[in-house]
């Protein structure tokens, strides 16, 4: 579908059809890793535990991954929207062959590196076993799944977000199914959690790579691709993407600790809280997929009026959605803390979150949006700093002098303030960026 096609359809039929597959799609992603650790908890604590020591390393191979996804979606619409359709298909391939590489590079690194990481993370000396035999499968998982989703991600900027959706879903639920056959019914344990996991994203695989070359969206030839060129340009989306992405886990960590002050009920207050909020802002997730590779088509047009009008569709319906998901919050935070948890401590805490926070998700919503949107613009920089003032300039800040001030309650007001503050900053540095563009890429007349 090319830009023409796009606005005769409409703007916001186009980004509605693009969205709603990638909301089952998020959802099923968020899903698949809580049924690995319910069924894993079945085995006892010490592979639960195992399972829990790859999470510093998944956040990093996740990160590459996604950051490799959003160059792709980006560089390829963007391509594709100024015409140049062949183009697209080497891109598409260039960034297959390079990306499967650096992604099996660094599992190879972890893989050696084993003994140092688990050193450094304190690993108990009578875990390590369990966690050496599990790691070769658990890594085998996560290259697989990063390289499908790089396949998932070459569909989704030739505009195809449906299949990407459908795929998802389907290969969470094989792992659903498969997860209880390996572990418990082939008597694999812990192991047979990763090999579940392989089996799946390895249906997923044989279903999206032969597609590409079916539909004619990628080519291996190369011969007249500038490679250095398109190599370069592929780290510079790709480098910052993925540092962007590491850094929710870094504030995550240091918010955390900070929450850790107050003890353990408030500790099991915010990890509800945060669950909570994760599903509060799954649309806006399944927005950040739909929205680049449309944008993408626009800005290699350099059509911004359209872009300008795309995106602020997309703000509108976050600001008026998060506000509808913050009434539902509030009308039920009393009756979902007595079901979440039995102790009243832990409860009135998780009353006094769903009463402040989720008001805060339209701000959390838009600033999520804008490096989303200067990713697919060709501004990672400004997408990383972003994620940067964010996290380091908005929501710490305020968290640690809510904290500061009046405790723990007072420090969920905080949160609310730095969300809140972090989307008006996140605007005006996307219309900074945007009159940028529009000024460097005039549209043409």
């Known amino acids: 579908m090319n830009t023409q096609q796009i606005k005769e359809n409409g703007l916001g039929k186009t980004l509605y059809q693009m969205t709603w597959p990638m909301l089952f799609g998020v959802l099923a992603l968020m899903s698949y890793q809580l049924v690995d650790a319910a069924w894993i908890a079945i085995l006892g604590v ?5 399972l829990g020591f790859t999470l510093p390393v998944q956040q990093i191979i996740i990160g590459l991954q996604i950051g490799l996804g959003i160059a792709t979606t980006a560089i ?27 992604l099996a590079l660094l599992s190879l690194i972890v893989w050696f590196a ?13 875990l390590k076993p369990l966690i050496e035999s599990f790691w070769l499968p658990w890594l085998l998982s996560a290259w697989l ?20 959706g459908l795929m998802m879903v389907l290969v969470s639920s094989l792992n659903l199914i498969l997860d209880p056959l390996f572990i418990f019914t082939f008597g694999w344990g812990l192991n047979g959690a990763a090999w579940a996991t392989v089996a799946a994203f390895a249906v997923g695989g044989i279903f999206t790579f032969p597609r590409l070359w079916k539909k004619n969206l990628i080519s291996l030839n190369f011969t007249q691709l500038n ?33 850790a002050n107050f003890g353990i009920a408030a500790v099991a207050a915010w990890g509800l809280g945060a669950r909570l909020e994760l599903f509060s802002i799954v649309i806006v997730l399944a927005l950040t997929m739909s929205l680049p590779p449309l944008l993408g088509r626009f800005a290699g047009a350099k059509d911004w009026a359209s872009v300008e009008m795309l995106i602020r569709l997309a703000v509108g319906f976050t600001l008026v959605w998060q506000l509808a998901v913050a009434l539902i919050w509030l009308a039920l935070s009393q009756p979902l803390t007595q079901q ?23 701000g959390l919503g838009v600033c999520i949006l804008m490096v989303s949107v200067s990713n697919a613009l060709g501004m990672p920089v400004r997408a990383l700093i972003i994620s940067i003032l964010r996290l380091f300039a908005c929501y710490l800040p305020f968290l640690w002098a809510g904290a500061y001030l009046g405790g723990i309650n007072s420090l969920f007001t905080g949160a609310l303030v730095g969300n809140l503050l972090a989307g ?8 900074q960026g945007l009159r940028y563009l529009r000024l460097k890429h005039p549209t043409p007349s």
């Open 227 to 259: 490679r250095l060129t398109e190599i370069r340009g592929l780290f510079a989306m790709a480098g910052p993407a993925a540092l962007s992405q590491l850094m929710p886990a870094i504030a995550a960590l240091l918010a955390t600790g900070l929450v």
């Open 424 to 431: 008006l900053v996140a605007w005006q540095m996307y219309q």
């Open 340 to 362: 979440l948890t039995s102790n009243p401590k832990v409860s009135m805490l998780v009353m006094d979150y769903l009463l402040k926070l989720p008001i805060s998700y339209t």
């Open 76 to 102: 390829i619409s963007r391509t594709l929207g100024a015409g140049h359709q062949q183009q697209a298909k080497q891109q598409g391939g260039l960034i297959l062959v390079i990306g499967s590489g650096l």
């Open 145 to 164: 799944g990063a390289v499908v989703y790089l396949g998932y991600s070459q569909h989704r900027a030739n505009g195809d977000a449906r299949f990407t």
């Open 114 to 126: 084993r003994h140092l990481i688990l050193d450094f993370l304190g690993v108990d000396l009578s």
């Open 46 to 50: 010490d592979p639960l535990a195992a």
